[in-house]
């Protein structure tokens, strides 16, 4: 049976009485309860940015930890710092894996999570009493296993090269691939394009706009969203790759035609010089 | 009674993390109160440096309750400062989805994250099942779930439930506490209703997800929207897209006219005292939204903008959010710091520079005379404000609006109270009920236009000529607005060399969760606090009724504020 | 009293060519092979490459009967594994061919080669015919070891773990999966194998200009010496192969 017990968001009980309740679980149940964690702990200024009945959150969740048979990161939040934790990251947030060691902690990313994932991951546990297989991200195969390109319903006109080029042409009304617009399914593993959301309604890419990849590592900042390639990371200079690549190419370019330039002149002054030697050598035969 | 300080941290129920503190009077009444936003997560530095189009995505996760409406104001911003004018039907679909959003919102937040402060979950296992029908019957005499039969099953689910030992969320609240009016018959329907709206609520964001993909956090998109319109394809808004969202809107009506509104106008009249209690500051500003056609032209507003101040109905101020005199940010009780000891700042000035200078955690008790919050103090032309549905149906009232008029008239008639009960806990909580009516025809509304433009032909949604950075200006500025469920939310952006050169949220909660200003002049919730009578110090639920009649969202604020360890669910494995 | 200087003379040398060059059998037929393999696919791998990242051919109709993107993929993993199977090729022949196979290694423990290095790049800046090479030289061979082998390799990894994208866990995945996590997630991997093309194209305006300018300031018949393996030399030239041994 799940019992929800503890969730500030949802709880009737409120101040010392709710957390009464998180400390009466720690004791009675130590090793038996699964702690799932949503959002991150700001580790900044010892953890200043997010304080609960006046205590920071790390450390609430350093104690909770403890007793816990294992840990849920529940949403990128926790799974991998998420949009607080994007460059520069101004409240030190860092993910429950970076903090937790002694735990098995299983990764359910997204922004947020596909409910019947987050449901699938804590029934699964339950019903057959084993964590599942993880990734090489800490994330659950069953729903992580695939990209969702691979399973995305576009995929079609991705193949056959027909690609949505404005947000509003012909090709956006028809459903063509999203890949030009920046669409990052072929990076992102999750269940989207095979679950869909909100009991199957839809998903982002079925409504027109492509995936921003939130169920993947540091995905904030592997922008524009709306370029298919994030930039260079260059100190300083915002650069993609193409332009650095061309900026590259046009300077070897320079560089060889500057070199055959000053070789051909190089040439005609020594043909010139020859040219001359070869004539004084004729006359002086021709006075000896 | 000796003075008493009571502590409330966290404060459930609501997004993100807020601590109340209460100081108690000889009487036990509430003399004096601060109310500090408890994390921040930095947002506005986040973004410096970005891509403007991208915006809206990240603003859009400063909160998972009210997800879209940061989307919608940072598009907006956007589009404001790029020149951008977005084709009709996105307007549309942007109300449509809007409307969606507060009417979810509104129904949420009384059923499940405000109900329980007045409603005795526990008595509710003496109820009468006939009797608990007879009573549904009475208040809402079409709506189909009201058989003794539907009630004593409920009953018994909940029996279950204490039995067991296993009240999950609703251990240790208040229950039995003598502030609890209900009678037991009441307090059975209003759980069974607690359990139908939450099935409820995740059908209604349906239309988030046909429009914007997914929910939380749907797309949007500078410019418009990404959800073409294409009758003739089985891939864009059809016919069958358009099907659904006429259901959805139908059966969102249904719980809203028989379910939400007759539990309201009940157990609203088991508690008149509370139409005495929590007015606060009297003063309430809107920015408006709802646009006809265009964001720029706020006559054609379904909400109209506008400043009331003391509660003088007579006459509606007009507000500016783009004048640097009117709204200014001070920081005097925040954990943040200005340059050169500047008193306050514009928000396009505005800069974002934590500086923690409260007690070291763990701590039991904040200094009300120092700083005690993450969150800034804004401020309308000096006077501290409060945001959100009382405030927007108390500006469309007195703007003289029929459409306003009307709702709020019936409900006063009903309840049989004067106008001036509106000024109140309970007030706030009736005006939420009484916008969400509104919201239910104006959806409708929405949706009939969006058909009527597809009759003439216009399926555009995008408008896609500015969409290349190289098209911009160098340098622009930009405001975004939108009446978020919680209250006014504006998006200052700075744009420069095709990046966002600066980022400022005032977001509604800010407004109301707001510490004093520099002269001493209190946040809404902290003087919604002052004058409140407490019947056990030890059970505050005096104060959660307050508080949450302004449906805190503590995420919003605390972006800037900073909430974002968001909660710690902990789950049994027996 | 004035000396005689004679000139080479074309004609001299065409009647009477061992006088003046002598020839030798330099790249072995694996060499060449590989050299005309690794070129073709380098130039197929950049376009397809590019064609990838940016598709502009749009085929009409449905997308039931059109490939086009399907097929340039195809085709950029179908020369991959040539690239990389020729690639290996390359290696092997490094222990089994002649000397001048392994002449492109940068023995940047010998000071000879470090020496040869400057020089050669002396040389080069200073338009002289100076010191000749019957191998690689050190600087033609460094070129070869960072832009052909370095970024070959970073190709493979990289454009070997977005391969193994669609089948986590498979045979691909495991062994070339760990640089996804390495590089920082899969759209840095595509960046960094995106700009590291581009080496390609900057390594072969370099390599294909200075094969033709060394062709021509030494004499030596460079540009024919990938297809017929033969390179000349003059008496006397040979002497600066030295700090190869
Ligand atoms: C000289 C060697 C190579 C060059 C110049 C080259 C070039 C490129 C370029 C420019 C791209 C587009 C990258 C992007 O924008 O995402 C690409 C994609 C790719 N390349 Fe290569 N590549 C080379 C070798 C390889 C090798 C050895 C493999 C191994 C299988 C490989 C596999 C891939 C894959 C899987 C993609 C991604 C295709 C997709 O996203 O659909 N490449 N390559
Ligand atoms: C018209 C085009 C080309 C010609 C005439 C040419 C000719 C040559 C010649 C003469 C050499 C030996 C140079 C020396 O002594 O150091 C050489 C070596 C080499 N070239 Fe090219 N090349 C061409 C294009 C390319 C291209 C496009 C690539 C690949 C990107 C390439 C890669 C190499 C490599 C790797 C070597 C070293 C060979 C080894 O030691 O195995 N070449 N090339
Ligand atoms: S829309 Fe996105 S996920 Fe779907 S096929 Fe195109 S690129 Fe792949």
Redesign the interface.
């Known amino acids: 049976m799940i019992s929800l017990d503890y969730d500030e968001t949802l709880q009737a009980a409120a101040g010392h009485q709710a957390e009464e309740i998180r400390e009466r679980i720690m004791r009675e149940h130590p090793g038996e309860y699964v702690l799932a964690v949503e959002g991150n702990a700001p580790t900044g200024d010892g953890g200043v940015y997010c304080t609960v009945a006046g205590r920071t959150f790390l450390d609430i969740l350093k104690e909770s930890a403890e007793g816990a048979k294992a840990i849920i990161a529940w949403g990128s939040c926790a799974s991998d710092g998420c949009v607080q934790a994007a460059s520069p990251n101004p409240t030190g947030a860092k993910p429950v894996h970076e903090i937790i060691h002694s735990h098995p902690i299983i990764n359910v990313p997204g922004c947020p999570p596909i409910a019947e994932v987050m449901t699938g991951v804590l029934t699964y546990i339950l019903t057959f009493d084993k964590l599942p297989e993880l990734d090489r991200f800490g994330r659950p195969k069953m729903f992580y296993g695939q990209r969702i390109h691979d399973k995305c319903y576009r995929r079609s006109y991705f193949d056959a090269g027909q690609f949505v080029e404005t947000w509003e042409d012909d090709g956006a009304r028809k459903g063509w691939c999203l890949y030009k617009m920046g669409c990052r399914g072929p990076m992102t593993y999750n269940s989207c394009s095979t679950f869909k959301w909100n009991n199957g309604v839809s998903f982002p890419i079925g409504s027109g706009h492509g995936c921003i990849g939130c169920s993947e590592n540091k995905f904030w900042d592997n922008g524009p969203f709306y370029t298919r390639l994030t930039n260079v990371p260059l100190p300083g200079v915002e650069s993609t790759p193409d332009k650095i690549g061309k900026y590259a190419a046009v300077a070897a370019g320079v560089g060889v035609a500057a070199h055959a330039a000053s070789y051909a002149a190089n040439q005609g002054i020594k043909k010139a010089k020859k040219n001359r030697q070869t004539k004084k050598l004729l006359e002086s035969d021709k006075e000896e | 009674m000796a003075k008493q300080r009571v502590?409330?941290?966290?404060?459930?129920?609501?997004?993100g993390?807020l601590?109340v503190e209460a100081m108690l009077n000889e009487s036990g009444v509430i003399g004096d109160a601060i109310s500090s936003g408890?994390?921040?997560?930095?947002?506005e530095?986040?973004l410096k440096g970005?891509?403007p189009?991208?915006a809206w995505?990240?603003c859009e996760?400063i909160c998972?309750?009210c997800t879209t409406v940061h989307a919608l104001a940072s598009v907006r911003c956007v589009e404001n400062a790029l020149g951008i004018r977005i084709p009709e039907n996105a307007n549309i679909i942007r109300n449509i989805m809007f409307l969606t959003q507060m009417v979810q919102d509104h129904v949420i937040h009384f059923y499940?994250l405000h109900a329980?402060d007045w409603v005795d979950?526990v008595s509710a296992l003496g109820a009468d099942p006939s009797k608990t029908a007879a009573l549904a019957q009475s208040v809402s005499p079409s709506w189909p779930k009201s058989s003794p039969g539907y009630f004593a099953d409920i009953q018994k689910t909940l029996k279950k439930f204490v039995e067991s030992g296993?009240l999950?969320?609703?251990?240790?609240?208040?229950w039995g506490h003598p502030a609890y009016k209900l009678p037991a018959e009441a307090n059975l329907m209003a759980v069974a209703h607690y359990l139908e709206a939450l099935n409820w609520q995740?059908e209604i964001?349906?239309i988030?997800?046909?429009?914007?993909?997914?929910?939380?956090?749907?797309?949007y998109?500078v410019?418009?929207?990404?959800?073409?319109?294409?009758l003739q394809?089985?891939?864009?808004i059809n016919m069958e897209r358009l099907n659904?969202i006429r259901d959805l809107i139908k059966q969102a009506a249904v719980i809203v006219e028989q379910m939400y509104i007759p539990d309201l106008l009940a157990v609203a009249s088991f508690y008149p005292e509370w139409t005495q209690i929590g007015g606060g500051l009297g003063n309430y500003m809107v920015y408006g939204d709802l646009p006809a056609k265009d964001i720029s032209d706020a006559s054609s507003f379904r909400f109209p903008p506008g400043v009331i101040l003391n509660k003088n109905l007579s006459e509606v101020l007009a507000v500016d959010p783009t004048n640097p005199e009117e709204i200014r940010e001070e920081v005097t009780h925040s954990?943040y710091e200005y340059p050169d000891q500047v008193a306050s700042l514009h928000p396009w000035d505005g800069v974002t520079v934590?500086k923690?200078t409260?007690p070291?955690?763990?701590?039991?008790q904040l200094d009300e005379t120092g700083t005690y919050s993450?969150l800034k103090s804004p401020r309308w032309k000096g006077h501290a404000v409060e945001v959100g549905p009382l405030a927007r149906m108390l500006v469309g009232y007195a703007h003289g609006r029929d459409d306003f008029r009307e709702v709020v008239n019936e409900a006063l008639g009903r309840l049989n109270v004067p106008a001036t009960a509106l000024f109140s806990t309970l007030g706030r909580t009736a005006a939420r009920g009484l916008e969400t009516r509104l919201g239910i025809k104006w959806l409708q509304d929405e949706f009939d236009h969006l058909i009527g433009n597809l009759k003439g032909g216009d399926?555009?949604?995008?408008?896609?000529s500015r969409?290349e950075p190289s098209t911009w200006p160098g340098e622009a500025r930009g405001f975004g607005f939108t009446e978020a469920p919680r209250g006014s939310l504006g998006h200052w952006i700075h744009i420069k060399n095709e990046k966002i050169e600066s980022y400022q949220i005032v977001v509604p909660s800010t407004w109301n969760a707001s510490p004093k200003d520099a002269r001493g002049q209190k946040g809404a919730y902290e003087a919604a606090l002052v004058g409140t009578p407490m019947a056990d110090p030890e059970?505050?639920v005096e104060i959660?009724r307050t508080i949450h009649s302004f449906d805190p969202c503590l995420a919003c604020a605390s972006h800037v504020l900073?909430?974002?360890?968001?909660?710690?669910?902990?789950?049994?494995?027996? | 009293m004035a000396r005689r200087v004679h000139p080479i003379n074309i004609i001299d040398v065409a009647r009477s060519p061992h006088r003046y060059f002598r020839r030798k059998y330099v790249w072995q037929w694996p060499v060449r092979i590989f050299h005309w393999v690794n070129a073709v696919a380098v130039t197929v791998l950049f376009s397809t490459g590019l064609y990838i990242s940016h598709p502009i051919l749009a085929p009409a109709g449905e997308p039931f009967n059109n490939f086009v993107m399907a097929t340039v993929r195809q085709v950029h993993f179908i020369f991959a594994f040539i690239f990389l199977i020729n690639f290996l090729w390359r290696i092997y022949w490094f222990w089994f061919g002649n000397n001048y196979a392994r002449s492109g290694f940068p023995f940047f423990w010998r000071r000879s080669w470090w020496k040869d290095l400057f020089r050669q790049v002396g040389d080069y800046f200073s338009l002289k015919r100076g010191h000749v090479h019957l191998g690689h030289n050190a600087l033609a061979g460094l070129s070869y070891t960072i832009f052909v082998i370095g970024l070959g390799w970073v190709q493979i990894f990289t454009g070997l773990a977005l391969y193994s994208e669609s089948n986590p866990g498979g045979f691909w995945s495991k062994l070339t999966g760990w640089v996804i996590p390495l590089l920082g997630g899969s759209m840095q991997t595509h960046m960094w194998h995106h700009l590291f093309a581009w080496g390609f194209i900057v390594f072969a305006i370099l390599h294909v200009y200075i094969v033709f300018y060394d062709g021509q300031q030494y004499k030596n018949g460079l540009v024919t010496s990938m297809i017929s393996g033969v390179k000349f030399y003059r008496n006397g030239d040979l002497e600066n192969d030295k700090w190869l041994s």
């Open positions: 502590v409330v941290d966290p404060v459930t129920r609501i997004e993390h601590r408890t994390m921040w997560r930095g947002i530095l986040i970005r891509d189009r991208d995505a990240f996760r998972g309750v499940h329980l979950l296993q999950g969320l609703f251990q240790n609240a208040y995740k964001i349906k988030h997800t046909i429009f914007g993909g997914k929910n939380p956090h749907p797309n998109l410019g418009g929207m990404a959800s073409t319109i294409d394809s089985d891939n864009a659904m954990w934590p923690y409260g070291k955690p763990p701590y039991s993450w399926t555009l949604v995008a408008d896609t969409w059970r505050p959660l900073g909430p974002d360890g968001r909660k710690l669910a902990e789950v049994i494995v027996r």
